[in-house]
């Protein structure tokens, strides 16, 4: 019971504990040995629609005259080559899982859209690391950085694709005390860093958190959980800063041993500086996660938020005013954005050769209270009749994809796989289709 107590929340912290495996981490540690592992590959993608956020037409703001948009639905041909490498120390004081991957995204022809190239880097790495200093004691340590240019969904900030990478960082580090048998209390800070490259304006954040979680363990498989979160969020450009508390209770129950649920639910004060009116909300707040081995062949991950998010939330609105020949593009800050995550994957082993993977994300959004924040059109003052806010706007983003894994060797594996995303806007050049078809070969050493 003293060892249960601790290792079911080791690293859980106020942000989803995005490393990695991202919000389908449960709050599992690695148990066993795995020794230095190296990974070698390489992929080639067809694209129907690289640059999906791309318009279809460019409009001149003061005379209204229409051009062709040579990127819009533009498909695209690519190679990803790369390298990877991992490996797991595990003792009964100190565990270390270390991993990293270095690739390029390469296409054959430099895509269309403005502010595209033909080269792109690739690059993840994490240390998770916990220390056992006594039986009562326990220091917890997860970082995670990513620099890429495809959004990675699970991460939990992306929302589409954008023409530029984004480096992205997150660090959770805390400390956790066995006060009796059954009641234990976590204690952390998080740190976080989401950069864009200067395609993509208003969307870098910097985000603190501190934490503290009591945690009571009810029966061997069940642990309840009270948790306050407060943290603080800095925008970029024309994002403003923003705060959030959260008041959180939870339970963590494994339903077997091979199958950990961890879920939590309250509320989210949510306070934006915004620069017009008062923007301080009160939501709900849910977020989940699911890790089940069903059977030595079958394995299901799935995961559930419910937030008012602080990432993406400065969106230009087409045609929100119009005043004789001028064409407005109104950009405005929404101090509300109101976001459900779901995300399931699962992986198959049909034989000792043959495995199948797939899995889907589903990520609808409520946008309101936009302010505004700034207007594109070089008309000068904002024409009369110029609304200060916009409200009821939504987008709904669907990933799925599906693939096939087979072993030629114990050390080449081939891959074969589809993606396809569809996302519906109200919001200006989000609403796309997009296809993809990769294949690949890797070697483990």
Do not use: C
Request: charged share 15%.
């Amino acid at each position: 019971m003293k060892r249960t107590l601790l290792a079911g929340v080791a690293g859980l912290s106020a942000l989803g504990s995005a490393y990695g495996q991202g919000l389908y981490y449960a709050g599992s540690e690695s148990q066993e040995n795995s020794p230095l592992k190296w990974t070698v590959g390489i992929n080639a993608t067809y694209d129907d629609n690289v640059n999906p956020t791309s318009p279809a037409v460019f409009i001149n703001p003061i005379t209204s005259a229409v051009t062709p948009n040579p990127g819009y639905k533009e498909s695209a041909y690519s190679l990803n080559p790369y390298v990877g490498v991992s490996f797991v120390s595990a003792n009964p004081q100190t565990t270390w899982d270390v991993y990293g991957r270095l690739g390029l995204i390469y296409y054959l022809d430099a895509p269309s859209a403005s502010g595209s190239e033909d080269l792109y880097t690739q690059a993840r790495a994490g240390v998770n690391l916990t220390h056992r200093f006594n039986e009562r004691l326990r220091l917890s340590s997860r970082s995670f950085v990513a620099y890429e240019l495809e959004p990675d969904y699970a991460y939990g900030f992306a929302s589409s694709r954008q023409v530029g990478e984004y480096f992205y960082w997150e660090t959770d580090n805390s400390l956790g005390y066995r006060w009796t048998e059954r009641l234990a209390t976590y204690t952390g800070l998080t740190l976080s860093g989401l950069t864009y490259d200067d395609n993509v304006p208003n969307a870098d954040r910097f985000t603190w958190a501190v934490y503290n979680q009591f945690r009571y363990q009810f029966t061997p498989q069940t642990v309840g959980t009270a948790e306050y979160r407060y943290s603080q969020t800095e925008g970029d450009g024309l994002a403003s800063d923003a705060t959030d508390q959260f008041i959180l209770v939870g339970i963590e129950h494994r339903l077997s041993p091979n199958t950990i649920f961890v879920a939590k639910a309250g509320a989210q004060l949510h306070d934006v500086d915004s620069t017009i009116g008062d923007g301080s909300t009160t939501n709900p707040y849910f977020e989940a996660a699911l890790n089940s081995q069903i059977n030595t062949a079958f394995r299901v991950r799935a995961f559930a938020r419910y937030s008012n998010e602080n990432y993406d939330t400065v969106r230009t609105v087409f045609g929100a005013t119009s005043a004789g020949p001028v064409v407005q593009f109104d950009q405005y800050e929404f101090t509300s954005r109101e976001t459900l995550r779901l995300g399931v994957s699962a992986d198959y082993t049909v034989s000792s050769r043959l495995s199948v993977f797939a899995g889907v994300d589903y990520i609808p959004a409520s946008f309101d209270d936009g302010v505004l924040a700034n207007n594109l059109a070089v008309s000068g003052p904002f024409p009369p009749g110029v609304p200060a806010r916009v409200s009821g706007l939504s987008e709904d983003l669907v990933n799925a994809y599906i693939g096939l894994s087979v072993k030629f060797t114990d050390r080449i594996t081939g891959d074969v796989s589809y993606n396809y995303t569809d996302s519906s806007s109200d919001l200006y050049a989000n609403s796309y289709n997009r296809n993809r078809i990769n294949v690949g070969v890797r070697a483990e050493f």
